[in-house]
């Protein structure tokens, strides 16, 4: 008889910070809702947070998180003592080894989920980058995504399937400026540029430095412009220095890093949002800010793009061209503020769809 029970090895997801841990809460909540399924099991690999509420039918093992010995531990021996599932999901290419292991021993087939720059070219480790040509499915949050993992991976294009971001319509909305919020930061009276995102230095491809610099030309045109980072990392000390040295001083405000509640008002304070990267898998972010009702901008270069269904919902630049990403801000700042009407494409009803249709594609029945 086929099984219907999933075993799913993530990152993070409830308890967890950041765009995959958002996309890794909403497909375990599609799982969950999947009339199919009886029950899924997960083991997340680090829990940073209060774990808040678990949609039912998902049975939730963090006793072995934030430990990578504890963690292979815990899962090698669940296996030992239930072998009762029929699909392994493994939710980064870095869990693939202990996720392709799990699948071969319980004959299952494996799903991998890749979500952006992560698996746009091998990762260095061998036995990783080795196995991510031997997963059954992989899907992914972009085309791009979808296309670079493919490219080095040689999987099969019909292995492939496709599931972009959801949104949360009815929690990031439009709302009134936080006047409080607007005094902290000394935003009031001006037209604020936002980004949200961490700024880590192995990673420099949010577009900070692109908006920095083209800044102080921005600023002879709209006197009134300030620019709103938001978000943690270890970059931040060095953004702060070029602000100095561009000669912007309280042009640019550091809010740091937010809580998850904290987000729908600062979205709020801003006139419009950018994110013109070069290493985005997606930009979950970009979605929040439409939702919130901010005209957006994104990159021709990466997966961002698609997040803006290819322009439908925003602004689309080339970051490398400072004339270019000009031009964009500029645009998006005379567009009103409103809720693009195909951001329902998004929707999170629309994304348990997509999420049912692949599980459906995907046999649980175990290997023979």
């Known amino acids: 008889m086929c099984n219907k029970r999933a075993l799913a090895l993530l990152t993070d997801a409830f308890g967890g910070h950041g765009g995959i841990a958002k996309f890794n809460r909403d497909f375990l909540t599609a799982c969950a809702a999947y009339p199919k399924y009886t029950e899924t099991i997960v083991f997340p690999r680090l829990v940073s947070e209060p774990i808040g509420e678990i949609p039912a039918k998902l049975r939730w093992v963090s006793s072995c998180a934030n430990s990578k010995i504890r963690y292979v531990v815990c899962v090698l021996s669940r296996l030992l003592q239930d072998r009762d599932f029929g699909i392994v999901v493994c939710g980064h290419v870095n869990l693939l080894p202990i996720a392709w292991l799990a699948s071969r021993f319980l004959r299952a087939p494996l799903v991998l989920i890749i979500h952006g720059i992560e698996a746009w070219q091998p990762s260095g480790r061998r036995i990783a980058d080795r196995l991510a040509s031997k997963v059954d499915f992989v899907v992914s949050v972009s085309n791009v995504s979808k296309q670079r993992f493919l490219a080095w991976s040689h999987l099969s294009e019909g ?40 700024a880590t230095s192995r990673e420099r491809y949010k577009g900070f430095d692109e908006v920095l610099e083209v800044l102080p030309d921005l600023i002879e045109e709209f006197p009134n412009l300030a620019y709103l980072i938001v978000g943690g990392g270890d970059d931040l000390e060095r953004l702060r220095m070029k602000t100095a040295m561009l000669g912007l001083g309280d042009r640019v405000i550091f809010a740091g890093q937010v809580s998850e509640d904290d987000k729908v008002d600062y979205y709020n304070l801003a006139d419009a949002y950018l994110m013109p990267g070069r290493g985005e898998g997606f930009g979950i972010t970009l979605l929040e800010a439409m939702a919130c009702g901010l005209p957006t901008l994104a990159s021709i270069l990466d997966g961002s793009r698609e997040a803006l269904l290819d322009g439908e919902l925003g602004v689309l630049v080339d970051p490398r061209n400072s004339e270019d990403l000009k031009r964009g801000i500029r645009e998006a700042l005379s567009r009103p503020k409103t809720v693009p009407p195909g951001l329902e494409y998004f929707s999170f009803s629309r994304y348990q769809e997509r999420v049912h249709h692949i599980l459906s594609r995907v046999a649980y029945c175990p290997h023979k």
């Open 159 to 198: 292995k492939a399937f496709l599931l972009p971001n959801s949104i949360d319509t009815e929690r990031f909305h439009p709302k009134e400026k936080n006047s409080s919020l607007l005094r902290k930061h000394g935003l009031d009276g001006k037209r604020v540029l936002m980004t949200l995102g961490r």
